[in-house]
């Protein structure tokens, strides 16, 4: 690729490199080093959410490195900036976790800024954990400007006692060890032994759910999400991200030609056919807020509804991302859905062929038994089911995955808040067959949606996750397994259903026929809405108040402006 072909005339860095105005400018950029043919170049932003919180993010700034390498080989010019992340490893089960989603909307943000400020022509955006790969999706989108999307890799499974281990076992010993079942000493073995590498924790949690969504949306090279962060082939898919992206500033191929309607609906389909995160039906639609689609939890939901589970994947089944990525990789998974007519395969992607071009020349293997062909499915329908129902209008969402029991009803016990609920299931204070109801933790009243895993964990380690449900207007973490329902809708803090509960009023599920209910006549129900009074939060200032001001329903995307259905212009066309 030659980039002297390559017109500025429409590219965003002619603002600050072209012509004698831009003197001052150009004087910064040679202050760095860089030649009048360096700056001549197009300038590409590589953006990675590098930090030492955690090891889902601490590979990534080398791995900028060599897709810096990659974009001066191709003739253009690479900017580096790092954003920020939040763990939610480190931030669960405490205060701290209210700042995760907030991070998805700051990381965008921040993103976008820096592009705008500085007028780069491209993007290469590199993210390891949860909230971090939707974060720098959303922004790609939103700037459209030329872009791919490089996820960091999973971390290596650890091994304990001669078994197969990730962080969902440590939190799980936690619930196991406050019964007595697991030792002090077995407790520190398990926690030191989990995550052996850097990387995103192993399974199809959310971060593996989102860099699975990466390739089936097309903003990611083939095979490049799955392999493990420590595999030095790593280098190789961050060299040719680098080269591609000046191809792709050539061809002018933006990642709103990508990510279209079939697209997003591709990427609902191999989340539900992995038993992925129910996460995703958060930032799918966020994604989509940013190109003006709309597509919120119910269309997600109906993909997941007929979609068939095929890949036998933690939480709910027995393999990790590695073990998938050496079957084959997400391409084995793309390519069984392809050849069976679940996904579109017209659909555009960097590599500048549509996915079915992709496919070509993946060929099944029949040695492995990680993803099962699509026409012989662990089970029928997804691993994700979306739900409606009195308790839920706006929809709520639980992961079925590796579950046999998909009814249950119960009564109810309310806790408006995590750590109401966590006290009690570490003390054993609740009955088997009750429905806990975790409530004031959605995206406006906690504010920022908080997880659920240290709870839903901690009751899964009690043996208690087939014996009571949970719900809430919270999240639940992609590790999290059992009856668990989250994104329940409208949320309590502003006085939805969730909120007028009371304990002992029964509520029933069921995931066969997605429904949600409570027994209570809509008399009852508007009766108690008119004594509900609103509540405050501690937050009454900072970012996370902030956040609460703005943030829309976990039906959309729990999105914090009007999407690109509203803009007037994008950055891409300044």
């Known amino acids: 690729m030659d980039a002297k072909v390559i017109s500025k005339a429409k590219l965003p860095s002619r603002h600050v490199t072209v012509g004698p105005a831009r003197a001052p400018h150009r004087s910064y950029l040679y202050a760095m080093g860089l030649s009048a043919a360096e700056i001549a170049q197009p300038l590409v932003g590589v953006a990675s959410c590098w930090n030492e919180a955690a ?15 990659g974009v001066a080989a191709a003739n253009g010019t690479p900017r580096e900036f790092c954003t920020i992340t939040v763990t939610d490893g480190i931030a669960m089960g405490h205060q701290g976790m209210k700042s995760s989603l907030v991070s998805r909307d700051v990381i965008a943000d921040s993103v976008e800024l820096t592009m705008r400020g500085h007028c780069y022509d491209a993007l290469v955006g590199l993210a390891g954990c949860d909230k971090s790969l939707p974060g720098m999706m959303m922004a790609m989108v939103r700037l ?71 390739e089936a949306i097309g903003l990611a090279l083939p095979y490049s999400c799955g392999a493990p962060a420590p595999y030095e082939m790593r280098d190789r898919f961050n060299f040719a991200s680098g080269e591609k992206i000046m191809e792709l500033i050539a061809k002018n191929i933006r990642p709103r030609d990508i990510v279209t309607l079939k697209a997003l609906e591709n990427a609902a389909t191999v989340v539900s056919a992995t038993g992925g995160s129910t996460n995703a039906a958060l930032h799918l639609p966020a994604i989509a807020h940013e190109a003006g689609i709309k597509f919120d939890l119910f ?44 996904l579109h395969g017209d659909c555009l992607t960097v590599t500048g062929r549509t996915l079915a071009e992709n496919m070509e020349h993946v060929a099944w293997n029949d040695s492995q038994d990680v993803v099962r062909p699509a026409n012989r499915p662990i089970t029928q329908t997804g691993g994700v089911v979306g739900l409606k129902g009195n308790l839920a209008p706006e929809g709520a969402i639980v ?43 959605g995206p406006r009243g906690g504010p920022g949606m908080r997880e659920m895993l240290s709870t839903t964990a901690a009751l899964y380690g009690q043996g208690m996750g087939g014996k009571v449900a949970l719900i809430t207007d919270g999240r639940f973490s992609g590790a999290t397994r059992g009856f668990c329902i989250g994104h329940v809708g409208p949320e309590a803090a502003v006085g939805g259903p969730i909120g007028l509960l009371k304990d002992g009023d029964v509520i029933s599920i069921d995931a066969t026929k997605g429904t949600i209910e409570v027994d209570l006549s809509e008399a009852e129900l508007a009766t108690r809405a008119k004594a509900w009074k609103a509540r405050t939060t501690d937050y009454q200032s900072g970012a996370i108040w902030k956040y609460a001001q703005t943030v829309g329903p ?3 995307g729990a999105v914090t402006h009007p999407g690109g259905a509203k803009e007037t212009h994008c950055y891409a066309d300044i």
Request: aromatic share 8%; proline share 5%.
């Open 144 to 214: 459209n400007v030329p872009s791919i999307f490089i996820y960091g890799g999973s971390i290596l499974p650890g091994s304990y006692r001669g078994r197969q281990i990730t962080v969902q076992d440590v939190f799980e010993a936690v619930g196991q060890h406050s019964v007595g079942t697991v030792s002090d000493a077995e407790l520190l073995e398990i926690e030191q032994a989990a995550c052996p590498s850097a990387g995103s924790c192993g399974a199809q949690f959310t971060a593996n759910t989102m860099a699975t969504v990466a």
């Open 299 to 342: 269309d997600v939901a109906a993909i997941f509804e007929k979609t068939p589970y095929i890949a036998d994947l933690k939480p709910g089944g027995k393999y990790v991302a590695k073990d998938m990525f050496e079957a084959g990789g997400i391409p084995l998974l793309m390519k069984t859905l392809l050849d069976h007519g679940y």
């Open 55 to 69: 090891p889902c993010n601490i590979s990534l700034m080398r791995q900028a490195q060599v897709v810096k390498k």
């Open 399 to 441: 992961k079925v995955a590796g579950m046999t029991e998909l009814k249950f009803s119960g009564p109810a016990r309310c806790f408006d808040s995590e750590e109401e609920c966590f006290e009690a299931v570490t003390h054993r204070n609740y009955r088997e067959g009750e429905v806990l109801v975790i409530r004031y933790e």
């Open 554 to 556: 976990a039906r959309d």
